[in-house]
Nanobody, 126 residues
Framework: QVRLVESGGGLVQAGGSLRLSCVVT????????IAWFRQAPGQERAFVAA????????HYADSVKGRFTISRDRAKSTIYLQMNSLKSEDTAVYYC???????????????????WGQGTQVTVSS
């Protein structure tokens, strides 16, 4: 059974930074893709960033490119999302997701991921 647990959310002022963590337990496969999505109130879930096939490549939404960085610590089975220069529009619940069979053209679609965490709230005050 694959389990994902996020942490690191909180309240931060605009321009500040947060680092989210997602601990992955269980067998995800040697070339799993792990991604971060977010959902703001009244909005649909949106892709944020992905680590494709265990570090083969990383991908970002245009809205966070240059501000957010996704990274993976294999020894700790943890994936991170470093968020800098936060804006009020970054306020959302952030989820990590994992899958073993994502293809590059579909990694931005949440419906393609089999495993999800419970989410962590990020609130950016202006």
């Amino acid at each position: 059974q694959v389990r994902l647990v996020e942490s690191g959310g909180g309240l931060v002022q605009a321009g500040g930074s947060l680092r989210l963590s997602c601990v992955v337990t269980g067998h995800t496969g040697g070339r799993s893709t792990i991604a971060w999505f977010r959902q703001a109130p009244g909005q649909e879930r949106a892709f944020v960033a992905a680590d494709f096939r265990s570090g083969s490549s990383t991908h970002y939404a245009d809205s966070v490119k240059g501000r957010f960085t996704i990274s993976r610590d294999r020894a700790k089975s943890t994936i991170y999302l470093q968020m800098n220069s936060l804006k009020s529009e970054d306020t959302a619940v952030y989820y990590c997701a994992a899958d073993n069979s994502i293809i590059l053209s579909s990694l931005r679609l949440g419906k393609n991921y089999d495993y999800w965490g419970q989410g962590t709230q990020v609130t950016v005050s202006s």
